[in-house]
């Protein structure tokens, strides 16, 4: 069965204790946690801090999405923060088979991302080496982008590839992933929406319905 990841930067930082209630109450699984740096992406947001805080609080699987620059140095950082998945992008790194030993061998679930303009070449030789292919389908940095069409075929040549390599690696996407799009989207081998602004940018009622659709739909 297909899941949501909904990401905390669209969060309301204010009221987060009550919307993470209305996820856990709802039976999501994941929390995507997107780390920015200003180098990689133009973007700023938060770091181990944040989400070794959150650790104390929340059973739910911490999805740590890193955008940014050499995430090799900073691996040890999120490890210990409580991260369950890792996920660094293909792009910032010039080791990126390295850096996903390195997290591997911590014990914590290794994931590579992709930008919109990177080839699914880049995946050749790390496929030894991975838990999780996170598929950018909005340029990073931002939430609350539109949903870049031609992610579509990308996504479904991912799909088979994975089903060629190691139908054990889970697929993932992020950017624009919203119920009102759902409909292209959930028939085509995804594992794991991240969802942001549709999620939080609602009261707590609406959270709940869109939750609710969102496992209907996926
Ligand atoms: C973008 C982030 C996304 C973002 C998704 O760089 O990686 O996870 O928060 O937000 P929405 O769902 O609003 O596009
Ligand atoms: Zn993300």
Redesign the pocket.
């Known amino acids: 069965m297909a899941e949501i990841s909904p ?1 905390l ?2 969060a309301d930082f204010y009221n987060l204790e009550k919307q993470i209630k209305v996820l856990e109450e709802n039976n999501v699984k994941y929390l ?1 946690l ?1 780390v ?1 740096d200003g180098n990689f ?1 133009p973007n700023i947001s938060y770091g181990p801090g944040i989400i070794k805080c959150l650790r104390s609080k929340t059973d739910m699987i911490f999805d740590v ?1 890193l ?1 940014i620059d050499k995430p090799e140095r900073y691996i040890e950082d999120y490890v210990k923060a409580g991260a369950d998945i890792i996920t660094i992008h293909e792009e910032a790194t010039n080791h990126p088979l390295r850096v996903l030993q390195q997290i591997r061998e911590t014990g914590v679930k290794a994931g590579v991302s992709l930008n919109p303009g990177t080839s699914l070449s880049v995946l050749d030789y790390l496929w030894d080496e991975l838990d999780l292919i996170l598929i ?1 389908t ?1 340029n ?6 539109s949903f870049i069409k031609s992610s579509i075929d990308k996504i479904k040549k991912t799909r088979e590839l994975i089903n060629e390599n190691n139908t054990n690696i889970l697929l993932e996407i ?5 119920t009102t799009n759902l409909d292209t989207l959930n028939n085509i081998g995804v594992d794991i929406f ?5 999620i939080f940018n609602s009261d707590l009622e609406k959270m709940k319905e869109k939750i609710k659709y969102y496992y209907k739909n996926i």
Do not use: I
């Open positions: 990401s930067l669209a995507h997107d920015m992406v999405h955008m950018m909005v990073p940095g931002f939430g609350g982008q992020d950017g624009g992933v919203k991240v969802s942001g602004s549709d």
